[in-house]
């Protein structure tokens, strides 16, 4: 069985920072893509980035510059690292990754995590 676990959310001031961290655990053989989503409150979860396992990033037009995607694959761990936010980047952060076990292929989510950016 697999697993990822998200923390690192919270209350910030705009302008401030904050890092989020999901970890994959369980059965796994392999992970290939790992990324954040967002789900602002009353809209549809949209990309916030994503990460290859090879290094190769993406990011959403709103984010570029001020949020920063990485990975330790061997802690199987991604992060975002979020600068200057803005009360627009408030939203449930939800982890997501591509994860290979000896019998399948699957895409898991974690349990989500709260951000809000407020004065």
């Known amino acids: 069985q697999v697993q990822l676990v998200a923390s690192g959310g919270g209350l910030v001031q705009p302008g401030g920072s904050l890092r989020l961290s999901c970890a994959a655990s369980?059965?796994?053989?392999?992970?290939?893509?790992m990324g954040w989503y967002r789900q602002p409150p009353g809209k549809q979860r949209e990309l916030v980035a994503t990460?290859?396992?090879?290094?190769?990033?993406n990011y959403a037009d709103s984010v570029k510059g001020r949020f920063t995607i990485s990975r330790d694959n061997a802690k199987n761990t991604v992060y975002l690292q979020m600068n200057s936010l803005k009360p627009e980047d408030t939203a449930v952060y939800y982890c997501?990754?591509?994860?290979?076990?000896?019998?399948?292929?699957?895409?898991?989510w974690g349990q989500g995590t709260q951000v809000t950016v407020s004065s």
């Open positions: 990460i290859t396992s090879g290094g190769s990033t």
């Open positions: 997501n990754a591509h994860i290979a076990t000896k019998l399948f292929e699957y895409d898991y």
């Open positions: 369980g059965s796994i053989f392999s992970i290939n893509a």
